[in-house]
């Protein structure tokens, strides 16, 4: 079975190909929209991805090796994201479907994060730690979904980074050889100041972080201990939360995943946490942990196979649509 991928949430159109079995990936193809300045502008995303779209699927096609008629599914992501950008993957998917006869299979980008990271990881049942610029959620399957047990309550930890080091005057580019500059910057800083550490129970929250951050800036702190201090407040509040729900779920493995999950100092800081847990750590690598198409194509593989599909009428965007929404019939 062959399923297509398409993922169109945020900044990337990517279009993945995968098989059920060996190997699993067959293609992988993606365009990143790049602001010049400021953050994402929706818009501007979506008519990127509305140019990059016909390039972007047959490269997939060509990497792989086949034609649409080899291709038993069409996957889409249809939220959670920027509206824009979800009804550009959404019109293709519906396209491909409709002009090829395809079953086409709805996706939840958030789920999409998790299954692509079990896959390239081989872990079995984790804790989830999902961390990326709209996401920051502590969860795990129990009783036929994946249950959050802890998440932001305003801003997410990768838009937290990226606005703070975009009004600093350090982005973009955001990231430089795989390092974020947030850590870049951090490197260099020394002293802790004082800010905002701001847990509730299984929550965290960041609007006050970055307020208090900028206004050091602003004051005269020395930049690098103002990265330095943000970085240690924010991940060491992450790792707090993420050890409450090992305690309370049990589970033996923790999955990091999303874009943030390629710092190399929040995975240390995660190996301290799970080895005096008694729990092993596993983290995406940087390939899969941003927006890609694979995990798309790898969800709806999963969901076709338990009969899964949407008519294309019915494929409707969900800006909202949580991770504790979707039922995952597939893991028992």
């Known amino acids: 079975m062959k399923v297509l991928g398409i993922e169109s949430t945020a900044h990337t159109f990517g279009v993945g190909i995968v098989s059920d079995s060996s190997p699993y990936i067959l293609a992988d193809a993606r365009a990143k929209y790049e602001p010049e300045k400021g953050g994402i502008h929706p818009r501007e995303a979506a008519i990127h991805h509305m140019s990059a779209a016909p390039d972007i699927v047959l ?7 086949l034609t649409m008629r080899d291709i038993d599914a069409v996957a889409v ?9 979800l009804r550009v993957g959404a019109t293709v998917a519906r396209a491909l479907a409709l002009t090829f006869n395809k079953p086409l299979v709805p996706v939840n980008h958030a789920v999409a994060h998790i299954e692509v990271g079990k896959l390239v990881t081989d872990v079995k049942d984790p804790l989830v730690v999902y961390l990326s610029g709209g996401n920051t959620i502590i969860a795990a399957f129990i009783d036929g979904r994946y249950r959050v ?8 930890l990768g838009n937290l980074i990226d606005v703070f080091v975009r ?7 955001y990231v430089v050889n795989g390092v974020h500059q947030i850590d870049r910057c951090a490197e260099k800083g020394s002293r802790m100041i ?4 701001v847990v509730k129970g299984q929550d965290v929250s960041f609007s006050g972080l970055l ?3 900028l206004r050091a800036v602003k004051s005269g702190t020395p930049l690098e201990d103002v990265c330095y201090s943000l970085r240690e407040v924010a991940y060491s ?3 707090e939360v993420a050890e409450r729900g090992l305690a309370h779920t049990g589970k033996k493995e923790v999955l990091l995943v999303g874009g943030v999950a390629a710092s190399k100092y929040l995975r240390e800081k995660f190996e301290v946490m799970v080895r005096s847990r008694g729990a092993t750590l596993k983290v995406v690598p940087p390939k899969y942990a941003v927006d890609n198409g694979v995990m798309i194509a790898w969800t709806g593989l999963l969901a076709f196979k338990e009969g899964i599909t949407v008519s294309p009428d019915k494929a409707v965007i969900r800006q909202r649509w949580r991770l504790d929404q979707v039922d995952i019939p597939w893991m028992h």
């Open 77 to 85: 992501a249809l939220g959670p994201g920027l509206g824009p950008c």
């Open 59 to 65: 490269k997939a096609l060509k990497e792989a090796s």
């Open 211 to 213: 307020t208090a951050s």
């Open 167 to 173: 009004e600093v005057g350090l982005a973009p580019p």
């Open 237 to 239: 509040s992450i790792v």
């Open 194 to 197: 004082k800010l905002p550490y």
């Open 149 to 156: 047990f802890g998440e932001t309550l305003d801003i997410a």
